[in-house]
């Protein structure tokens, strides 16, 4: 049983910046691509980032590249996203998600955590 819990969300105002965790039970951790998407009201989920199992490898949506970063400590069994310069249209519940592929598609995904707030607002 694999199981995963972000944290990490809030409220910040434009230009700030908050870290995203997503803790992962389960000992073939290091084996799974992380991914992180995030849904806004009434808006489809949206592929935001992933990081290979190893660490080495990431991919970024073009909205996020330079501005977040996905890291992971394989010996803490977590995943991490770093979201800097905060705009207004970044609200949105952030998930993680794990699985077997290195995908952009969030079917894809095996695993999912219940989703963190974020909220962006002045």
């Known amino acids: 049983q694999v199981r995963l819990v972000e944290s990490g969300g809030g409220l910040v105002q434009p230009g700030g910046s908050l870290r995203l965790s997503c803790a992962v039970s389960g000992r073939t951790f290091s084996t799974y691509a992380m991914g992180w998407f995030r849904q806004a009201p009434g808006k489809e989920r949206e592929f935001v980032g992933v990081i290979s199992g190893s660490g080495r490898n990431t991919y970024y949506a073009d909205s996020m590249k330079g501005r977040f970063t996905i890291s992971r400590d394989n010996a803490k069994n977590t995943v991490y996203l770093q979201m800097n310069s905060l705009k207004l249209d970044d609200t949105a519940v952030y998930y993680c998600?794990?699985?077997?592929?290195?995908?952009?598609?969030?079917?894809?995904?095996?695993?999912w955590g219940q989703g963190t707030q974020v909220t962006v607002s002045s």
């Open positions: 998600a794990g699985g077997r592929r290195w995908t952009v598609r969030w079917d894809e995904y095996d695993y």
